[in-house]
């Protein structure tokens, strides 16, 4: 929390973005929770996993993209360096976790080939689309509100104990998930202290507000449409 505004009573650019976030981004969690009772959970956690990873693997490429629309426009606008150095940042945290994926679901029986050449939702396509739009034609700003919605409800460990039960899949299909359950929650944390060390406007907290909503809502949707053909044939 930022020290300054804990000490004027004032409410932290962090504290401000999280509160918009609970007004305008239920829908996903409303989506997951209708998603885990589901009774044919056990035949769509396959394609929850390929969906999982399809998602991982436009996530570097979208923020190294954002670091360097940041870094090209740092000379003429402050808050470019600080995104700059928190993009550069996360880049490194985030680094091959699709490829972990990709092992975790060959692991599973999946082949990555196979998984490679599945075709994405087109609401995957439109939750991450998005960003490149909005980092490259509007401001790099607007990727802090995906990464605020994409880190921002980390799985449990129960959760993710229940999926591997009922799944029937080894173990190993669960790695890359697991530890993003256990550190997704550091990464909210940091985004939060990064937030509240940034010159940030009314204006920017509306625009991270917009691509927050609009990741949930679209979040929402690719949970909702996942069925049991979003995955390859099995090979065991």
Same mark, same amino acid.
């Given at each position: 929390?930022?020290?300054?505004?804990?000490?004027?009573?004032?409410?932290?650019?962090?504290? @401000?973005?999280?509160?918009?976030?609970?007004?305008?981004?239920?829908?996903?969690? !409303?989506?997951?929770?209708?998603?885990?009772?589901?009774?044919?959970?056990?035949?769509?956690? *396959?394609?929850?996993?390929?969906?999982?990873?399809?998602?991982?693997?436009?996530?570097?490429?979208?923020? +190294?993209?954002? =670091?360097? !629309?940041?870094?090209?426009?740092? %000379? $003429?606008?402050?808050?470019?360096?600080?995104?700059?150095?928190?993009?550069?940042? /996360?880049?490194? +945290? !985030?680094?091959?976790?699709?490829?972990?994926?990709? +092992?975790?679901?060959? +692991?599973?029986?999946?082949?990555?080939?196979?998984?490679?050449?599945?075709?994405?939702?087109?609401?995957?396509?439109?939750?991450?689309?998005?960003?490149?739009?909005? @980092?490259? /034609?509007?401001?790099?700003?607007?990727?802090? #509100?995906?990464?605020?919605?994409? !880190? #921002?409800? *980390?799985?449990?460990?129960?959760?993710?104990? $229940?999926?591997? =039960?009922?799944?029937?899949?080894?173990?190993?299909?669960? =790695? %890359?998930?697991?530890?993003?359950?256990?550190?997704?929650?550091? /990464? =909210?944390?940091?985004?939060?202290?990064?937030?509240?060390?940034?010159?940030? %406007?009314?204006?920017? &907290? #509306?625009? &991270?507000?917009?691509?927050?909503?609009?990741?949930?809502?679209?979040?929402?949707?690719?949970?909702?449409?996942?069925?049991?053909?979003?995955? *390859? *044939?099995?090979?065991?």
């Amino acid at each position: 929390m930022n020290v300054v505004a804990a000490k004027t009573g004032q409410m932290s650019n962090s504290q @401000i973005i999280r509160a918009k976030m609970q007004l305008t981004c239920h829908a996903a969690n !409303e989506a997951f929770a209708q998603f885990w009772a589901r009774p044919d959970l056990a035949e769509l956690i *396959p394609g929850f996993l390929v969906t999982l990873q399809q998602v991982m693997r436009a996530t570097v490429p979208l923020m +190294e993209a954002a =670091r360097d !629309e940041a870094a090209q426009m740092a %000379t $003429k606008d402050p808050l470019c360096r600080h995104l700059r150095d928190y993009y550069g940042k /996360h880049v490194g +945290e !985030e680094l091959d976790h699709d490829l972990w994926a990709l +092992e975790d679901l060959d +692991e599973a029986g999946y082949a990555r080939n196979d998984v490679l050449d599945m075709l994405p939702l087109g609401d995957v396509a439109s939750m991450m689309g998005a960003q490149y739009y909005w @980092i490259h /034609h509007f401001h790099p700003v607007m990727m802090l #509100g995906c990464i605020a919605v994409l !880190e #921002g409800g *980390p799985p449990s460990e129960a959760l993710i104990d $229940k999926l591997e =039960r009922e799944s029937n899949l080894p173990s190993a299909a669960f =790695r %890359t998930y697991r530890f993003h359950g256990s550190v997704d929650p550091h /990464h =909210r944390d940091d985004l939060d202290n990064a937030l509240d060390q940034m010159p940030l %406007t009314r204006r920017h &907290i #509306g625009l &991270i507000g917009i691509s927050a909503t609009h990741t949930a809502n679209t979040l929402a949707d690719i949970v909702s449409r996942i069925s049991s053909t979003d995955a *390859p *044939p099995r090979h065991v």
